[in-house]
């Protein structure tokens, strides 16, 4: 599967922003979607999940409350609505994509767990 994600921008404290993923090639809804982040001279981390049909998902601790992902499986897409944002939000946002085969997997925070990555969106956050 391919990954597009889209959407990222420089917006100031407080905003919100919406990113895209659009997946082409497999079937959509056979896969886990996560988004990850990646700030500069940080590690990757962890910040949203959703299982195959959409109705769990999981968060990172600091976006709780905040950050909201969905899916449209008709679409093959997965979104992250993301609001009152902070400049601690500034990084690289990445989409990604879990193939069951076999495993129990429901969501993950887990970047192993994932099979597929995009390219990334910037998303910058002002003060």
């Known amino acids: 599967v391919q990954l597009q994600a889209s959407g990222g921008g420089l917006v100031q404290a407080g905003d919100s922003l919406r990113l895209s993923c659009a997946a082409s090639?497999?079937?959509?809804?056979?896969?886990?979607m996560g988004w990850f982040r990646q700030a500069p001279g940080k590690e990757r981390e962890f910040v949203a999940s959703?299982?195959?049909?959409?109705?769990?998902?999981a968060y990172a601790d600091s976006v709780k409350g905040r950050f909201t992902i969905s899916r449209d499986n008709a679409r093959n897409s997965v979104y992250l609505q993301m609001n009152s944002l902070k400049p601690e939000d500034t990084a690289v946002y990445y989409c990604?994509?879990?193939?069951?085969?076999?495993?129990?997997?429901?969501?993950?925070?887990?970047?192993?767990?994932?099979?597929?990555w995009g390219q990334g969106t910037q998303v910058t956050v002002s003060s």
């Open positions: 090639g497999r079937t959509f809804d056979n896969y886990v």
């Open positions: 990604a994509a879990a193939e069951s085969r076999g495993r129990l997997l429901i969501t993950s925070k887990r970047g192993p767990d994932y099979d597929y």
């Open positions: 959703i299982s195959q049909s959409g109705g769990i998902t």
